[in-house]
């Protein structure tokens, strides 16, 4: 009766659930496993209308359960008697890819830096973008917020830009091996350089010393004379050149003798 009256289903209130009492001990409201069960629908609904809504479609390998093993009859049969066949044969034939406007100048703008760089609207830039990369028309659409791509034509665009990332980080590191290994050979020049001079400057020395030990000594008759011009007083002012080792001195002015005073007489002896 209390249920009744209350408006709550047949069949008593739900394990854990009370009715509230008013001041005089009377219930006042009841909350059944119907009405809660309500509740609970509703907040999924409002949650599932909050998200994107995706499928996920479970396939069943093989028929004996095992791990790692599957069955290429049973997976077909599978995905035929689903329809994900012409679910993705109608996908194809339209757009399935769509990315929006900033992404796709972000992340294709190398493709074409002009045409991503031009002034207007972030939707003529991308069409300009598009234009540029030599998609067929009827193969994307720009709308208001989104690019939309036709099949196979997001995965051309991906390999473009990864081919091109590619060749610029090859040109990057060649350039970049390039200048150190010419500094490294600038480096290994400079060092070859000093030395060779080194070598050579004591190659040279060597070969003075030997130069200056094989050189021949003047006879002994040109030692006498080569003595006496060392001591010759000229008359001129000019100082005559030093004689050559290698050839005689010119006969040098001898000057004339200056006869000798006689030596004086010794005192006579003092007588004592």
Known sequence: RRERRAGGPPGGPAGGDTPSRG????ATQFVGVAASFCDALAQ???LLERTQTSFVRCVKPNELRAPRRVDPELVSRQLACAGLGDAVRVSR?????RVLLGDFLDRFALLA???????????????ALCAAAGLDPSAYKVGISRVFLAANVLATLERVRHTRLMRASAALQAT??????????QRMRWASTRVQSSERR???????????????????EMAAPLESVRHV?????????????????????VPAAVPEEPAPEPAPPVPA
């Not at 034939?93 to 890819?97: L, V």
């Not at 010393?209 to 021949?216: D, E, F, K, N, Y």
Request: hydrophobic letters at 40%.
């Open 233 to 253: 007083v000229f008359a001129s002012a000019e100082e005559p050149p030093l004689p050559s080792p290698l050839r005689p001195p010119k006969a040098a002015a």
């Open 93 to 97: 034939g339209g757009f399935p890819s």
């Open 44 to 46: 999924l609904l409002a």
């Open 176 to 185: 970049w091996r390039g200048r150190s290994r010419r500094l490294e050979f």
């Open 23 to 26: 001041p005089k001990g009377k």
């Open 113 to 127: 830096p002009e045409a991503a760089a031009s002034a207007g609207s972030p939707r003529a830039r991308c069409a």
């Open 202 to 220: 004591r190659r040279a020395a060597a070969d003075a010393r030997a130069l200056r030990a094989a050189r021949p000594v003047p006879p002994p």
